[in-house]
Antibody
Framework: QVQLQESGPGLAKPSETLSLTCTVSGASISNHYWSWIRQPPGKGLEWVGY???????NYNPSLKSRVTITLDKSKNNFSLKLSSVTAADTAVYYC???????????????WGQGTLVTVFS | QSVLTQPPSASGTPGQRVTISCSGSTSNIGSNAVNWFQHLPGTAPKLLIY???QRPSGVPDQFSGSKSGTSASLAISGLQPEDEADYYCAAWDDSLNGWVFGGGTKLTVL
């Protein structure tokens, strides 16, 4: 059974860098694509970005200048860094595995339970 | 403002069938497969439907999905109290080269 677990500080100060890690168990990070998605309080889900098994990335244009996603194959995890955070970055951050198939399309499964990051001074 | 449009709420009584709609555009739903997720607060979103109508192993057939053009729907039949949750649609967007989501529909079982 594949499981994902987010970890990292639950608090960040404005202008600092938010750092989160997603640890994958039951599957190798050397396969599939891996995504970060966030949900601000009371709002819907927002895709942050993804990294592929080969390390290629793509980010949401609204966050692109501040986001970096990296892969650590030795630890079977991937990480998110979001710089220059503001209160608007307060959200529950989820990691998810993305499967891509030519005939059946893409899907996100499973997801981690999510971790709340609050930005405040 | 979410890229995909869902009604904010839906409701039904036990045993009823409810449908949740999701509207997008040619760059997302019109070109790519739709996912549906069930989300309970404090838990991981659960994939209910992928590839427009496919159910992952373990998801009961009370959940069904369909797609036509740039819109999709999730139907839940035989409504049960434990189905009360938030439901989200999602699709890959070719313009964004990333995922877009609906704003979520809160389902209440009366």
């Amino acid at each position: 059974q594949v499981q994902l677990q987010e970890s990292g500080p639950g608090l960040a100060k404005p202008s600092e860098t938010l750092s989160l890690t997603c640890t994958v168990s039951g599957a190798s990070i050397s396969n599939h694509y891996w995504s970060w998605i966030r949900q601000p309080p009371g709002k819907g889900l927002e895709w942050v970005g993804y990294i592929s098994y080969s390390g290629s990335t793509n980010y949401n244009p609204s966050l692109k200048s501040r986001v970096t996603i990296t892969l650590d194959k030795s630890k079977n995890n991937f990480s998110l860094k979001l710089s220059s955070v503001t209160a608007a970055d307060t959200a529950v951050y989820y990691c998810a595995r993305e499967t891509r198939e030519l005939l059946r399309g893409n899907w996100l499964d499973p997801w981690g339970q999510g971790t709340l990051v609050t930005v405040f001074s | 403002q979410s890229v995909l449009t869902q009604p904010p709420s839906a409701s039904g009584t036990p045993g009823q069938r409810v449908t949740i709609s999701c509207s997008g555009s040619t760059s997302n739903i019109g070109s790519n497969a739709v996912n549906w997720f069930q989300h309970l607060p404090g838990t991981a979103p659960k994939l209910l439907i992928y590839s427009n109508y496919q159910r992952p192993s373990g998801v009961p057939d009370q959940f069904s999905g369909s797609k036509s053009g740039t819109s999709a729907s999730l139907a839940i039949s035989g409504l049960q109290p434990e189905d009360e949750a938030d439901y989200y649609c999602a699709a890959w967007d070719d313009s964004l080269n990333g995922w877009v989501f609906g704003g979520g529909t809160k389902l209440t079982v009366l």
